[in-house]
């Protein structure tokens, strides 16, 4: 089974306008309310891709019972911890340039954050667990590194989806996966990283420091894969860029989807990879007729 965490999940509001007046006002062209938050995003694309999982998290008041009713209308197994704050808002403004305004997020008490512990005690041997996103200001900022300890030794399959320190923390503990984007990469490593070329002595790093995998996503740079001593890179296909929230997700989403059902990383990468470019070139997620669609343009070579 495939579960996704999701600490700190939103209801994202997306809001088109022509102009953006500051101090005026505004008047929305169009809108759209989905269930927001790296892994429920994740999880959202599995489905699309025909992959059962089950989101797991915390949520709260009015907006995480839409969260809730969202993603079950959409198919998807939930089993959130019910806490007392709402869920948070994250608006999504595009008009001249895209902005995003994210939430805080609700308090998590130590009773509520106890259930949630007790629930990741039924995963087993061969189970996949994706940490990912941001953490509420009320967990513990060591959670990711807490919890993979734990369950790599088990034979779980932990995909770590997280930035700074906190990625930094579980590479001793052998994560399957991890996915920084170009950014987030220079980050850990204080350094500007602008090109594949630049990435690739960094990503190397992040496998001899005991990352299985680790995709590093570069925008329209393309997308690197590093296992073991190879470098994989895979190039963007053709296509207008409409939404780049979610596209990151879509890549680690794709990344599991093809995995499972074929256990060939190299091929999961590529198709990872088209998956996330599907997304950025769709007002929502990428679909399996788009993603076959723009997987012939996409060609994996060894850097």
Known sequence: MIYTCTFNPSVDFFVEIDTLTWGGLNRIKN???VPGGKGINVS???????????????VGG???????????MEGIKTDFITVDDPSRINIKLRSEVETE????????SAKQFQAFLDQLKHLKQGD????????????????????????????????????KQALKDVLPYHPFLIKPNHIELGELFDVAVHTPQEAIPYGKQLIDKGAEH???????????????????????PEGKLKNSVGAGDSVVAGFIASYVQQGESVEAFRYGATAGSASAYSEGFCTIPFIEQLITQVHIKTV
């Open 31 to 33: 809108e759209r309310k």
């Open 44 to 58: 959202r694309v599995l489905k699309r891709l025909g992959i059962d999982n089950k989101a797991l998290g915390f």
């Open 62 to 72: 009015f907006t995480g019972q839409f969260i809730v009713e969202a993603l079950q």
């Open 101 to 108: 305004l994210n939430g805080v997020g609700p308090d998590i």
């Open 128 to 163: 996949i667990l994706v940490l990912a996103g941001s953490l509420p200001q009320s967990l513990p900022d060591t959670l990711y590194k807490d919890i993979i300890k734990d369950y790599v030794s088990k034979d779980v399959k932990v995909v770590v989806d997280a930035t």
């Open 214 to 236: 680790v995709i590093v996503s570069m925008g329209d740079k393309g997308n690197l894969l590093f296992k073991n001593d190879h470098v994989y890179y895979a190039n963007i």
